[in-house]
């Protein structure tokens, strides 16, 4: 499977972004997905991660209830949603699969990654 992650931009501080995580090569429905960033000269990082189904989300402290992660397995695709961004949110933004159905806040857990989308948060 590929993974292809779109959406990333530039953005004035409290406006939004949606970032896409799109699937190929073979269905996501079955497996637990999560999004992860990395800004320079910081170690990459845990943002969200989501269940098979959609039912079960966790997130990192730093962005809980400004984003919001969802998927649409008809459209194989993971979203995350991210509102009231800040300049600390800018980095590279990196969407994972996991080989089992639950999402997981450790990176090694991740066996397959998209390229990585920009974010950039100017104040």
């Known amino acids: 499977v590929q993974l292809q992650a779109s959406g990333g931009g530039l953005v004035q501080a409290g406006g939004s972004l949606r970032l896409s995580c799109t699937a190929s090569g073979r269905a996501l429905g079955t497996y637990g997905m999560g999004w992860f960033r990395q800004a320079p000269r910081k170690e990459r990082e845990f943002v969200a991660s989501i269940n098979w189904v959609g039912d079960n989300t966790i997130y990192a402290d730093s962005v809980k209830g400004r984003f919001t992660i969802s998927r649409d397995n008809v459209e194989n695709t993971v979203y995350l949603q991210m509102n009231s961004l800040k300049p600390e949110d800018t980095a590279v933004y990196y969407c994972?699969?996991?080989?089992?159905?639950?999402?997981?806040?450790?990176?090694?857990?991740?066996?397959?990654w998209g390229q990585g989308t920009q974010v950039t948060v100017s104040s």
């Open positions: 994972g699969k996991r080989a089992t159905s639950w999402g997981s806040l450790r990176e090694s857990d991740y066996e397959t």
